[in-house]
């Protein structure tokens, strides 16, 4: 691919990166060789300091003009018109890179339960393959929620001087007992399924109906249901917040595989940033560049607290907050406050 192709593409292009060298992992295990599914749009300028990576999150793919759309695309913040933006799908994740459902290369049949159990620094770690491959030597801003977040957190440690900006959005530097313990219980719902352990595509899908639902309260807030979900007074039985609930569940179960939710959740659950780095407080001050961290008070999964945790133990980080009804989902929802708080950061550092 030319990035510095004379041809303006403000169109997003989609693309597949097929890595042949081996990826050790944390585990221990190693993952043969690899593809990431990836979009880019807009163009590296001469200076090639305008690249803009975002990060999706859980069940996100690489096409952020649709889940970030008020965030991403002609005339948003993130303009193709100024920046050369990129997003790629997350090894494990369905979307067009390497996953249980995928090929092993040695038997030529899907990987289903053995597919390697992935950290988020991993992840980063795959990311950066494709980063070297595009031939990008230095990066503007990598941004993200949520597991977006945690592996931009990740990124950032291990890209150092080469990184100018991470913007880690509702989102944390070590997975707390709660978040692992809510993905517990979504695991435990998959594994409830009677199709749980076949060797099918479909293999969890009821249970990953009922992993969503459980997932979906975590990234509300009770405000978000009075508000949306609230009944008059004659209800007595079905409720507007249980087919709401079941709906989430069916949507995503039909977008998305219980495979890819298990290794990602899994993927979460490992993030510690300072394992093997003397802890966090250590690892986060060793991260180089400007950290943005933004909370939103009514996250009750990944907490403000958490947010201004990492704003506080790196070396150049700020903390900011968006104020919504929406608990953790307002970082794909509070598009005007985002904004503000993105100009602002920027700004402040003549960007
Ligand atoms: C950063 C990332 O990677 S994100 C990962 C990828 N995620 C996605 O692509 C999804 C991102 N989008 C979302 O999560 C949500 O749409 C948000 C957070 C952006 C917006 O949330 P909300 O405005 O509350 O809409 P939400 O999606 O929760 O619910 C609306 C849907 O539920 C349906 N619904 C609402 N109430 C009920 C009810 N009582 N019973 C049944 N269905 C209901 C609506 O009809 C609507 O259906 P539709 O999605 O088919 O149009
Ligand atoms: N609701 C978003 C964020 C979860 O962290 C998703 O589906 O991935």
């Known amino acids: 691919m030319n990035l510095q192709s004379p041809h303006l593409t403000i169109e997003m292009t989609r693309d597949i990166f097929y890595c042949k060298e081996a990826l050790p992992l944390e585990s221990g295990e190693i993952l043969p060789e690899f593809q990431l599914s990836y979009t880019t749009q807009g163009q590296l300028n ?33 303009d193709p018109a100024n ?45 950066d393959r494709l980063r070297l491959h595009l031939g990008l030597e230095k990066i503007n801003t990598v941004i993200g929620g949520s597991l977006g977040g945690q592996v931009a957190l990740e990124w950032a440690y291990s890209l150092q001087n080469r990184l100018q900006n991470a913007i880690i959005i509702a989102s944390n530097a070590k997975a707390s007992p709660w978040i692992i313990g809510f993905n517990e219980t979504q695991r435990m719902a998959i594994e409830s399924d009677e199709t749980w352990g076949k060797e099918h595509p479909d293999a969890g899908k009821k249970g990953l109906e009922t992993a969503r639902a459980i997932g979906m309260l975590s990234y509300r807030h009770p405000q978000t249901f009075v508000q949306s979900q609230s009944e008059t007074e004659e209800k007595t039985d079905n409720f507007k917040i249980s087919s709401y609930l079941r709906y989430q569940g069916q949507k995503l179960a039909n977008r998305f595989n219980a495979l890819s939710y298990w290794i990602l959740s899994k993927a979460m659950d490992s993030h510690d940033l300072g394992r093997g780095r003397g802890g966090t407080p250590n690892a986060l001050a060793r991260i180089h560049c400007r950290v943005l961290s933004i909370g939103v008070d009514t996250d009750v999964l990944f907490t403000c607290d958490e947010s201004r945790y990492i704003a506080r133990y790196v070396a ?5 907050e968006i104020k919504s009804a929406y608990g953790h989902d307002a970082f794909l929802i509070e598009y005007e406050q985002l904004h503000y708080i993105l100009q602002s950061f920027y700004l402040e550092n003549n960007q």
């Open 316 to 320: 150049k980080g700020t903390y900011r």
């Open 46 to 78: 001469a200076e090639k300091d305008n690249v803009i990576w975002i990060m999706h999150a859980l069940t996100g793919d690489a096409n952020p003009q649709e889940w970030w759309s008020g965030l991403v695309g002609e005339d948003k913040f993130y």
């Open 83 to 127: 920046y050369f933006i990129i997003c790629a799908n997350y090894l494990g994740s369905c979307y067009g890179s390497t996953q249980p459902l995928s090929s092993r290369p040695d038997t030529g049949k899907p990987y289903y339960y053995d597919f390697p159990n992935l950290t988020t620094r991993d992840i980063a770690a795959s990311l």
